[in-house]
């Protein structure tokens, strides 16, 4: 237990979440203006790739963090202009956004580096600094600045900033006014495409940092599909979050929570009391979220779940008699973030309540 539940774990998940708290945040200004944002995973693509580029030619993390927020921005803006402008499907066009990156980047890098699996290697001093370079010499070496970077900061900055914005300042209540009820925040004089138009702007900007992290600040190159669903986890914990900013950022650290302990359970022994309760957790969860669409008491369907629950736990008792510490194939381990995903938007998407006018194109009366 002392070799997966250590502090390397909490500076582990810290990283993680980092690209998640951006992409979701880009995420709830889009989606409370009221444009479903299905893109977030497109546009880390895109802002990974150009950040990689840029900063391959430019010898500076920041030109291409620059670069990354603005690839960003110019895909969001495509965005925008289909499902505003010209009223496309939001889901479609999102969808359409992210086949496409998925295949983009590659052509492109085949064009500039002659290859199209990834982009060269860049070097170490080249990439997104941690917070003790920012700090004098007398600071003591702590893990918090050596083993955070700085835009893990600027991740937390951004979650304190859009939650003043959102509930303190003008903008904040026409973006929450035009995602609820575009027809009042119109008559109230509120252009109602122009704060879709920055919302989806900002989504991108976001999203796009959110890419740069993962090519030039956790890696050191862009690869093919580097992303890896993160764009889809990020909008799953912006529905757990229930588009609020402090708890989307909650979501994301439990889903960076998730992707940590894969990393560190790979290779390492599992005491099989462990594994049993893990056994048990599942079964309960999944039995569960199906009890509930055929019973409609929440008692029963808790009963039904505990001792079913229990019965997988015996089973998988009787499995592992004789053996003191297991170790879990890695296809399992690597499968743990997107059960994860999956089991708290069955669970939950349920109570979360998206703003009523999220996909609905708008058109003034005449």
């Not at 880009?26 to 893109?39: D, H």
């Not at 052509?107 to 941690?130: C, D, R, W, Y």
């Not at 900002?202 to 992290?213: E, P, R, T």
Request: hydrophobic fraction near 55%.
């Amino acid at each position: 237990m002392k070799q997966l539940f250590n502090i390397s774990l909490l500076f582990s998940t810290l990283r993680l979440a980092t690209p998640l708290v951006l992409a979701a945040i880009g995420g709830l200004y889009s989606e409370r203006s009221g444009v479903i944002n299905i893109a977030l995973e497109g546009l880390m693509l895109a802002g990974a790739f150009t950040a990689a580029s840029v900063t391959f030619y430019a010898n500076s993390p920041w030109v291409g963090l620059g670069a990354a927020m603005l690839a960003g921005v110019a895909v969001a803006i495509i965005i925008a202009l289909a499902c505003i402008r010209f009223k496309a499907d939001q889901v479609v066009t999102g969808t359409g956004i992210n086949i496409m990156f998925l295949g983009l980047p590659a052509v492109l890098s085949g064009a500039l580096f002659l290859s199209s699996g990834s982009t060269p290697q860049i070097p170490k001093e080249h990439l997104l600094p941690n917070l003790n370079r920012f700090l004098p010499g007398f600071v003591p070496q702590w893990r918090i600045f050596t083993d955070v970077s700085v835009i893990t900061l600027i991740a937390l900055l951004v979650v304190v900033i859009t939650a003043y914005v959102l509930y303190r300042t003008p903008f904040g209540l026409r973006l929450r006014a035009v995602g609820e009820n575009p027809e009042a925040a119109d008559a109230a004089g509120v252009s109602v495409n122009k704060i879709r138009y920055l919302g989806v702007i900002l989504s991108g900007a976001f999203a796009g940092i959110g890419g740069a992290y993962l090519s030039i600040g956790q890696s050191s190159l862009f690869t093919r599909n580097m992303t890896a669903g993160r764009g889809f986890i990020a909008l799953a914990a912006l529905i757990f979050g229930k588009w609020r900013p402090v708890q989307t950022m909650l979501a994301c650290l439990l889903f960076g929570f998730a992707d940590a302990l894969t990393i560190q359970l790979q290779g390492v022994p599992v005491s099989v009391l462990v594994l049993r309760a893990g056994i048990f957790l599942f079964s309960f969860v999944i039995v569960w979220f199906i009890a509930q669409l055929f019973v409609k008491q929440r008692w029963i369907a808790g009963v039904i779940s505990l001792a079913l629950g229990v019965a997988v736990a015996v089973l998988g008792r009787y499995l592992t008699r004789g053996f003191n510490m297991v170790e879990i194939p890695v296809q399992f381990i690597q499968m743990i973030p997107y059960v994860v995903t999956i089991i708290v938007l069955a669970g939950f998407i349920g109570q979360s309540r998206a703003p009523k006018a999220i996909g609905i194109p708008y058109e003034k009366e005449r």
